[in-house]
């Protein structure tokens, strides 16, 4: 039982290029031409709200659609990742937020982390992931789980743009994702917020009172000023996003993080993105498959039910998904052990192969292959000064065939966050200038397959990359 992926794709009325991708993720290098068997197909449709129907008198696999169109969508929720420098206020501001907006004495005013909370704010809920910073964000993104809709970027007013903050917006930028300005600590009488608004205007966050569209809110965390008005230009920004889900389908979602509890054994928080999770359902997560025993809230209480963006912790699970692992339910629980045996097996070949990613020795290939028409740079050097002089310099690499983009740069060692913005695109490379990456970045690039170069001569670097784009670097350099 085989179908090619062409066909798959034909089916399921996606591009072949989007399977061939999400394969590639699954350790799988395929052509459009060949043949998956109809495992593999399983999982792949189980990504999409697919089902595949395996018709064994012709071998033929039949792709049924759900989301073809008939299921009405409703609004959800927004979920947001705070980010910003660190002692700029990102802790302070989550539980300013969670602590305004949970009833006093409400469950005897326990609270619990468990990933993410919901606040209601007679307005609308909104979802809030309770690991801040841009680490958490990418990492989710390196693992294919995107699931932020909106980022706060908090800078303190006494303080202003540091390093974080710009990586922070370099990171929501390459993601996509809209970024809504707190500027925290105006208590402070040295708070100059002004000064933040024209620092982050210099790096395209225009705020609206100046005819830009970011949405800029004076804040103090620490006295719980503002955060209303952060939560209403949350909702607008999310309004504006237009964002619905399916509540009818099997529930989807992804791992936020797994723990294990003691008399409760492995507990994980998901968050769904559609469809509707209840008690009793089998399901698969990451690698494994299950049937929730129990579901609780961020309040930690028991529901029946949850519903799309709600963050909950569920029981019933065979072994510690990873965070950003995909979560969803299956129609039985065979299936659901098909597909969870099937990912191990996927698992051990995406381990024993080494996952394909650009590197400057193979993109001529890739750029041949029409896979890439840009190359994403990463560049981190001993000095700001010379940052930008590598930058400009590559910058003008750009030709009408390949676009070279410098996704994030600045002075210091290539740490791990380097590292997972590389990887959360696949396609980017880091470049060091007289600096060398930390020894964890260094783990990280060989565990993600990032390639990391190493310059001491502005001019070197320069003449490689160009050499790598227009394919003349031998392989063995
Ligand atoms: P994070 O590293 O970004 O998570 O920052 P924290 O939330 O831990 O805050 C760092 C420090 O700034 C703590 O000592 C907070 O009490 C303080 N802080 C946070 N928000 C405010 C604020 O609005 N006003 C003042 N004055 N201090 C604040």
Partial sequence: ????????????????????????????????????????????????????????????????????????????????????????????????????????????????????????????????????????????????????????????????????TIEAINHAKDAKVPIIVAVNKIDKPEANPDKVMTQLSERGLIPEAWGGDTIFVPISALQKVGLDTLLDAILLQAEVLELTANYECRAEGKVIESRIDHGRGIVATIIVERGTLRT???YVA???????????????????????????????????????????VTETERIARQISSKRQELKRFENSRNIKKVTLDNLYDTINQGEILELKVIIKGDVQGSVEALKQSLE???????????????????????????????????????????????????????DIRKYNIIYKAVEEIEQAMEGMLKPDI
């Avoid at 619990?112 to 989710?140: C, N, R, S, W």
């Avoid at 609780?296 to 529901?303: A, I, Q, S, V, Y």
């Avoid at 696949?426 to 060989?446: H, M």
């Fill in 280 to 282: 009793g359902d089998s």
């Fill in 396 to 450: 003008k690499l750009s030709t009408r065939d390949v676009r070279l983009n410098v996704i994030h740069a600045s002075a210091g060692a290539i740490n791990d966050s380097d590292v997972m913005l590389a990887a959360a695109d696949s396609n980017a490379i880091i470049i060091g200038f007289n600096v060398r990456p930390t020894p964890q970045a260094k783990l990280l690039a060989e565990q993600e397959k990032v």
């Fill in 1 to 164: 039982e085989t179908i090619s992926v062409s066909e798959l794709a034909r089916k399921m009325n996606l591009k072949a290029s989007e399977l061939i991708g999400k394969l590639m993720g699954m350790g799988m290098m395929v052509t459009m031409n060949q043949s998956i068997d109809a495992d593999t197909a399983t999982i792949l449709a189980s990504e999409y709200d697919c089902t595949v129907h395996i018709v064994s008198l012709y071998d033929e696999t039949v792709i049924e659609s759900e989301s073809d169109g008939s299921v009405e969508l409703l609004h959800r929720p927004p979920v947001v990742t705070i980010m910003g420098h660190v002692d700029h206020g990102k802790t302070k501001t989550l539980d300013a937020i969670r602590s305004a907006n949970v009833a006093a004495g409400e469950f005897g005013g326990i609270t619990q982390h468990i990933g993410a909370y919901t606040v209601e704010t007679g307005k609308g809920k909104v979802t809030f992931l309770d690991t801040p910073g841009h680490e958490a964000f990418t990492m989710m993104r390196a693992r294919g789980a995107e699931i932020t809709d909106i980022v706060v970027l908090v800078v303190a007013a006494d303080d202003g743009v540091m390093p974080q």
């Fill in 286 to 328: 990451g690698v494994f498959s299950g049937r929730v025993r129990a579901i609780f809230n961020d309040r930690g209480e028991k529901l029946e039910e949850a519903t799309p963006s709600m963050p909950v912790e569920i029981l019933g699970l065979e072994g510690m998904p990873n965070a950003g692992d995909p979560f969803q």
